[in-house]
């Protein structure tokens, strides 16, 4: 056989085992490390091998209320799987989101679909960081951002809320859907505007 032909199948042949083995440590790591760990979590009765696939409404606007009723029954924390290989924790009470918020735990960013959608638009920052430059990042902002110093502000953002509340709510009696990201941007900027530069012209009213 031609030299150039075997090495080119034997490289190849190598490819595809790397791959294989890949997969079965994804497999071994999902089922029998995380797995393991995420089962201990409460959550609805499991069925292979659609998880718990075959209890949701559909990935629509269903959706949000089948959580709900989800968060209201364990309260705390559940567990769920989309499929045999896609497990999800969802933290439904703020005590527990902030043992998660308050970690220094590194985050699990790598291949995780919600960091990675998050990325492009937020950047790799204090919220999908992790490790040392979460830590010299948390550093830097904590003093500017003490409760102390915020107390003073939450006047302003209730204020600023509840105009926005109110412009969503005269959409909302439309019975049409909006899009809702000019709005926040503008309450965003208001609070800004307001907070850092003593700026008050009503800009959510404009």
Not at 9 to 14: K, P, Q, S
Not at 96 to 111: A, N, Q, R, S, Y
Not at 141 to 160: C, G, M, Q, R, W
């Amino acid at each position: 056989m031609n030299p150039v032909i075997t090495a080119v199948a034997v490289v190849i042949a190598l490819s595809v085992l790397y791959k294989i083995t890949q997969f079965f440590k994804w497999i071994y790591r999902t089922w029998f490390i995380i797995g393991k760990e995420i089962n201990k979590f409460p959550g609805e009765p499991l069925k292979w091998p659609f998880g718990n696939l075959h209890q949701t409404p559909g990935f629509n606007e269903k959706l949000f209320d089948y959580q709900k009723e989800l968060a209201a029954k364990y309260n705390r924390v559940f567990r769920q799987w989309f499929s045999p290989f896609v497990p999800f924790l969802t933290l439904c009470h703020p005590e527990t989101i902030k043992v998660l918020v308050k970690t220094e735990e590194p985050k699990f960013t790598e291949g995780n679909a919600g960091y990675l959608l998050a990325e492009p638009w937020l950047g790799i920052g204090l919220l999908l960081s992790g490790g040392q430059k979460w830590k010299r990042n948390r550093r830097l902002l904590t003093p500017a951002f003490h409760f102390d110093i915020l107390k003073s502000y939450i006047s302003v953002y209730n204020e600023e809320a509840e105009v926005l509340m109110d412009k969503w709510a005269k959409k909302g009696a439309k019975g049409e859907s909006f899009e809702i990201q000019t709005d926040i941007c503008l309450c965003t900027l208001s609070i800004i505007l307001r907070c850092a530069f003593s700026y008050d012209e009503k800009i959510q009213e404009t």
